[in-house]
């Protein structure tokens, strides 16, 4: 490896699935916790760091949603091609 961290081996595409599955679960329900915890208390709706933090909660709420069902689907079916990228 020349100090290069591209993976350029082959890999399982239906493992792979199961750990985003994993993943996604666990995302959807920690994402959901702390959402819940900060739209219950208002008041600290007046910082600017706690309308980021929010807004940053429902970008990865709608990733995990709009882009890995997606993704795994692709992965466990196999239709993914040595050149392709797939990000997590």
Not at 38 to 45: D, G, P
Request: hydrophobic share 50%; with cysteine.
């Amino acid at each position: 490896m020349e100090g290069n961290f591209t993976f350029t081996g082959e890999f399982s595409g239906p493992a792979v699935a199961a750990v985003l599955t994993v993943e996604m679960i666990l995302a959807l329900i920690a994402n959901g916790v702390i959402l819940s915890i900060t739209l219950y208390q208002r008041k600290s709706w007046k910082q600017s760091s706690t309308i980021f933090f929010t807004s940053l909660i429902l970008a990865h709420l709608v990733l995990n949603l709009l882009y890995l069902p997606f993704t795994i689907i692709a992965l466990a079916a196999e239709e993914h091609s040595p050149d392709s990228h797939y990000c997590c």
